[in-house]
């Protein structure tokens, strides 16, 4: 079946040091992969879009690269505060055009 | 511009019991979804709509969940009757269109006893 695989440990990391978070896919190629961040109570909010096609996407402090050799997308925070604090979420759409998500990996940035 | 709305935000039961879930999606969006996310896991999609019709629900266990989406804008979702399992966060989501980005409301979650 389709999948989408994170890294469940939590990352732990000091503030100003870059996060990196990995996501890989398995049995499919999606057209896009989605990156989503998750608060305590609260529903996900979208971060970035990747196509297949592109190689790497920027919005101000986050990078998202899209590797479809091997099947994985990095998502990168630059200058990590403790803000930024949260559960990151991969996610794409399956051949049937339902989205389907990651179990996430929970960030922690230290002061 | 308001998000999705949704309520309760919490709800306790017993199991064998029913409950029903509310979502007002952002004004205009034509797709509504609704998701269950259980502890340590991301969202699964249990159906999603246009406007006022099924799309998907390949996922919603029928013989106890059941949703509705009247005049293609609230939503309802119900479970009855309720399992130990079913306890979880219920999100509901909406979209412009089916591949358009997702807008998540806060969620409702679902403690069964």
């Known amino acids: 079946s389709q999948k989408i695989e994170q890294n469940s440990e939590a990352l732990n990391i000091q503030e100003g040091k870059t996060a990196t978070l990995t996501c890989n896919y398995t049995n499919y190629s999606p057209a896009y992969l989605q990156w989503y961040r998750q608060d305590p109570g609260r529903g996900p909010v979208f971060l970035l879009l990747?196509?297949?096609?592109?190689k790497e996407k920027r919005k101000e402090r986050l990078k998202v690269t899209f590797d479809t050799t091997l099947k994985q997308s990095l998502f990168h925070i630059t200058a990590s505060q403790p803000a930024d604090s949260a559960t990151y979420l991969c996610?794409?759409?399956?051949?049937?055009?339902?989205?389907?998500f990651g179990s996430g990996t929970r960030l922690l940035v230290r002061p | 511009e308001a998000g999705v709305a949704q309520s309760p935000r919490y709800k306790i039961i017993e199991k064998r019991q029913s409950v029903a879930f509310w979502c007002n999606p952002i004004s205009g969006h034509a797709t509504l979804y609704w998701y269950q996310q259980i502890l340590g896991q991301g969202p699964k999609l249990l159906i999603q709509f246009q406007n006022n019709g099924v799309v998907d629900d390949s996922q919603l266990p029928k013989d106890r969940f059941s949703a509705e989406r009247l005049k293609g804008v609230d939503s309802t979702l119900k479970i009855q009757p309720a399992k130990l399992e079913d306890s979880a966060v219920y999100l509901c989501?909406?979209?412009?269109?089916?591949?358009?980005?997702?807008?998540f409301g806060p969620g409702t979650r679902l403690t069964v006893l």
């Open positions: 989501a909406s979209s412009l269109g089916n591949t358009d980005t997702q807008y």
């Open positions: 990747i196509r297949e096609n592109e």
């Open positions: 996610s794409a759409l399956d051949s049937s055009y339902k989205l389907i």
